[in-house]
């Protein structure tokens, strides 16, 4: 079975190929999380993402030792945890009267993540850190936020 033609298939690592697949994800993950959804929905809309995120990594890598099920996994990982954190995001900002813009500007960001990380792999690490930081300080003054309310019990 003749595998269908790779964005990057120049010989590449594991290192890249893992790269390759992180910036993919995070990516489709950015682009399906400015849905901004919210409950059971932002849940279904990960699970999606990270079914793209997967087929992605998978077209996106080589077919050398195995890397093929290293890229898809990435990618889905990636994808769906973008998406998520994204998604929350966009919907606070929603809450706060922010506007469409912002979703436009993150689609704009994805694509360049995507275009840069096809050309040069490792550059996913630079928005995978920033994914991760952005988690983290959400979820601390999500933590700050309702810490008089635990005093309270």
Known sequence: MERPPSFYSAGIDTFSTI???LGIGIATGMIAGT???EGSARGRMVILAAII???LGYLGTSVKDGSVIIGALVGAIAAGFS?????DVIAGAQRRGGTAALAAISVFAALVIAIICVIVPVFALVPA???VFLSWRRRRQ?????A???VLR
Request: glycine share 12%; proline share 0%; charged share 15%.
């Open 129 to 131: 850190v920033f994914i």
């Open 35 to 37: 849905t901004a959804l």
């Open 83 to 87: 998406c998520a954190v994204v998604s």
């Open 19 to 21: 790269c390759l697949g």
């Open 142 to 146: 999500a933590d700050r936020k309702h």
């Open 53 to 55: 995120g997967a087929v």
């Open 148 to 150: 008089g309310l635990r």
